[in-house]
């Protein structure tokens, strides 16, 4: 079944150099943007994430500092990355939790702006959890009885792979809606106000932390009552966007 789209969706996928989504850095990705006419435009390239690309991160993806060393860095691709994916919503593979996070430190670290508010994600290996409780590898197999082989972890490779999954899971679950708007919903694991999930909305739709000692508080009123916090946060080791988020709460806060 083909996606029913009223605007572009771009199924993204990255290679790291790690797991760490505050500090680790792309070194490759790879894009299909989905027009809602059917058109696909795949965009993929390779990037010098100007740290060392550890073994541990090579041999999953096989991507060494001899092949970057001579790429772009994200700074240098970050304003026609941002003009590609202008208007769009997106779509991935365990991408809500880790590639999302990535790209946006990723375009904050470059100092390019960009909303990724307005944007609506599907992040398929959820869907696949909430029905079948598998890999990506194991997952094309099962919908699409196709093998990935050797071919995984590669970033192009992953994210034709999603998109196939997607369509397929379409077609097996006659209760899955054919609608962005209800994939993303049901893909997401709870809405967050940032994409590390440390801040969370409660039933107010009043952000709230979702960790440590004020898990469950409302973070303008934590702040109100111990502004400390607020900046244990900005000097800790949180991702960019986090920080920017609780800053916003803040200077908000501080208008009224």
Same mark, same amino acid.
């Given at each position: 079944?083909?996606?029913?789209?009223?605007?572009?969706?771009?199924? =993204?996928?990255?290679?790291? $150099?790690?797991?760490?989504?505050? &500090?680790?850095?792309? %070194?490759?990705?790879?894009?299909?943007?989905?027009?809602?006419?059917?058109?696909?435009?795949? #965009?993929?390239?390779?990037?010098?994430?100007?740290?060392?690309?550890?073994?541990?991160?090579?041999?999953?993806?096989?991507?060494?500092?001899?092949?970057?060393?001579?790429?772009?860095?994200?700074?240098?691709?970050?304003?026609?990355?941002?003009?590609?994916?202008?208007?769009?919503?997106?779509?991935? =593979?365990?991408?809500? &939790? =880790?590639?999302?996070? %990535?790209?946006?430190?990723? =375009?904050?670290? *470059?100092?390019?702006?960009?909303?990724?508010?307005?944007?609506?994600?599907?992040?398929?290996?959820?869907?696949?959890?909430? #029905?079948?409780?598998? $890999?990506?590898?194991?997952?094309?197999?099962?919908?699409?009885?196709? !093998?990935?082989?050797?071919? *995984?972890?590669?970033? !192009? *490779?992953? $994210? +034709? *792979?999603?998109?196939?999954? +997607? #369509?397929?899971?379409?077609?097996?679950?006659?209760?899955?809606?054919?609608?962005?708007?209800?994939?993303?919903?049901?893909?997401? &694991?709870?809405? $967050?106000?940032?994409?590390?999930?440390?801040?969370?909305?409660?039933?107010?739709? !009043?952000?709230?932390?979702?960790?440590?000692?004020?898990?469950?508080?409302? %973070?303008?009123?934590?702040?109100?009552?111990?502004?400390?916090?607020?900046?244990?946060?900005?000097?800790?080791?949180?991702?960019?966007?986090?920080?920017?988020?609780?800053?916003?709460?803040?200077?908000?806060?501080?208008?009224?």
């Amino acid at each position: 079944m083909e996606l029913k789209l009223t605007r572009p969706i771009i199924f =993204f996928d990255l290679e790291t $150099t790690g797991v760490d989504t505050s &500090r680790d850095r792309i %070194v490759e990705i790879s894009l299909i943007k989905i027009m809602p006419d059917g058109e696909q435009i795949i #965009k993929t390239r390779r990037i010098n994430p100007t740290i060392p690309i550890p073994k541990e991160a090579s041999d999953v993806h096989h991507i060494t500092d001899d092949d970057v060393r001579d790429q772009p860095t994200f700074r240098q691709v970050a304003k026609s990355l941002k003009e590609f994916m202008e208007g769009c919503d997106f779509g991935g =593979f365990n991408s809500n &939790r =880790f590639d999302l996070p %990535v790209l946006v430190e990723e =375009f904050m670290r *470059a100092g390019v702006e960009v909303d990724f508010r307005n944007r609506r994600y599907i992040d398929v290996q959820n869907i696949f959890h909430k #029905k079948e409780e598998r $890999t990506l590898i194991a997952a094309y197999r099962f919908y699409c009885n196709k !093998e990935l082989g050797d071919a *995984a972890h590669a970033a !192009e *490779a992953d $994210t +034709l *792979a999603t998109y196939e999954v +997607l #369509k397929a899971q379409l077609d097996r679950y006659p209760d899955l809606e054919n609608d962005v708007e209800f994939l993303s919903k049901f893909s997401s &694991r709870g809405e $967050t106000a940032d994409f590390a999930g440390r801040i969370g909305y409660n039933d107010k739709g !009043e952000e709230i932390f979702t960790f440590g000692k004020y898990k469950g508080q409302s %973070v303008e009123k934590v702040f109100a009552t111990e502004p400390s916090y607020y900046d244990w946060m900005m000097n800790g080791d949180f991702p960019q966007y986090t920080k920017k988020i609780i800053t916003e709460i803040r200077l908000r806060a501080k208008k009224f």
